[in-house]
Every structure is written in structure tokens, then in C-alpha cells.
């Protein structure tokens, strides 16, 4: 079936580091890619989101290229913020029109000031 | 607009007790799905609904229960509560013929003894 693989963490970094979380796929067909976060005692969220091969998802900062040869889906931001610090989600939903999310299990990010 | 709402919040039940977890949403969505998340493993779906009286299991569905009556609400029953279920619970909607956003509710953490 299908899955995400996400980088284990916990990430730390400090404030205005460069991040990057690694995300890899395995799917049947052509998913929609996700990144969802999760800030501390709150529900998931979602970051942003490529619907085909080589679309490019961004948001307050944070990016993700959908790679199709790669089976890839990294999320990057160029500076981070103490703000930051949350558990980030990488989720593949297939194309047959409903939301069944397969999430990965989750990286969590620590930035320090 | 209260998005999605989940109550209780936190529960302590004994092996054996029975309980109902509550989602409601008021953003007319057709989609309605429950997912539990445990450290290590992400979230995992339980059971979801594409429309009311329709209901179909996920990937981990066994000793749930659920409903759909209305598009609104969409209930997940516990009949006999056993300390695997211990977990945090999400409740999550979305519009039916797109692939696309989940909208969470802030989770109900279930312990049971």
C-alpha cells in the first residue's frame, strides 16, 4: 500500500538556521503531496500542499518540490524562527476525489534563539 | 466559525467502559474521518465517511464504532475500551470531490487503565 517516510528527529537548529526535512514516497498512480504541522496541544494544520510532478508548494517561508523521479517531497525554509517549533507531518493522498491522507510519522523541529 | 469541534478533550476510562468521542463541524463538508496518533507511528486512520449514512473503515478500525447521521457530526464509539486504545484521537473534515485540505480538531487524549 501506499506510505511516507519521514527523517527521524528530533531536529534542532538554532534561530535563522536553514532547515530541511526529508520526505520520500511510496505510492500507486500520481498522489497529491502534503506537509501538515502541528504546534504544541493544538490539531494538525496543513503548510502546503503539489498536486503534480514538479509543482512547488510554499508558505509562510517553507517550500516543497514535488520530485517524481525521486519520490520526493523535502521541506525547506531558507531561515527559521523560534516560532517554528513544531512537529511537521508529510502526507500522499491518491486521486479518487476523497481525503484518505496516509501521513508519515511525523519530524519534530526544535529552533532555539 | 468554529471549524471542528471534538469533546471530551481528556478521558480516563477502565478497560471494559465504553465512551463516545464527539466531532462536529460546521463547514458542510462531506468528508468526515477519525485518525489516532501514537509516538512513533503518526497518525493512522481509523474509520471515515464521504457523506451521511456512509461510513467505511480505515486502516485500523477494529474496537471502533461509527456513525453518520447528519453531515455535521460523525461520533466514534469505543464498546469495550482495552489499554491499546490508549492514544490521542483527531477528528478531521474536508470537501468531498477534491483531493486536497484536511481541517483537524485540537484532539481528545484517551487513556485507559
Known amino acids: 500500500g501506499d506510505s511516507v517516510t519521514q527523517m527521524e528527529g528530533p531536529v534542532t537548529l538554532s534561530e535563522e538556521a536553514f532547515l530541511t526535512i526529508n520526505c520520500t514516497y511510496t505510492a500507486t498512480g500520481y498522489p497529491s503531496l502534503f506537509w501538515y504541522v502541528q504546534y504544541p496541544g493544538e490539531g494538525l494544520q496543513l503548510l502546503l500542499k503539489a498536486t503534480k510532478a514538479d509543482d512547488k508548494g510554499s508558505n509562510k517561508g517553507f517550500e516543497a518540490t514535488y520530485r517524481k523521479e525521486t ?3 523535502h521541506l525547506e525554509k531558507g531561515s527559521v524562527q523560534v516560532s517554528d517549533s513544531a512537529v511537521y507531518f508529510c502526507a500522499l493522498s491518491d ?3 476523497f481525503q484518505k491522507l496516509v501521513f508519515g510519522t ?3 523541529l526544535l529552533v532555539s534563539p | 466559525n468554529a ?5 471530551p478533550k481528556f478521558q480516563v476510562l477502565k478497560t471494559g467502559q465504553s465512551m463516545t468521542l464527539q466531532c462536529a463541524q460546521d463547514m458542510n ?3 468526515m474521518s477519525w485518525y489516532r496518533q501514537d509516538p512513533g507511528m503518526g497518525l493512522r486512520l481509523i474509520h ?3 457523506g451521511a449514512g456512509i461510513t467505511d473503515q480505515g486502516e485500523v478500525p477494529n474496537g471502533y464504532n461509527v456513525s453518520r447521521s447528519t453531515t455535521e457530526d460523525f461520533p466514534l464509539r469505543l464498546l469495550s475500551a482495552a489499554p491499546s486504545q490508549t492514544s490521542v484521537y483527531f477528528c478531521a473534515s474536508g470537501r468531498g470531490q477534491s483531493t486536497g485540505e484536511l481541517f483537524f480538531g485540537e484532539g481528545s487524549r484517551l487513556t485507559v487503565l
Open chain 1, 71 to 73: 519520490t520526493s517531497f
Open chain 1, 95 to 97: 486521486r479518487k476525489g
Open chain 1, 106 to 108: 511525523g519530524t519534530r
Open chain 2, 3 to 7: 471549524g471542528v469541534t471534538q469533546t
Open chain 2, 29 to 31: 463538508h462531506e468528508y
Open chain 2, 48 to 50: 471515515y465517511s464521504v
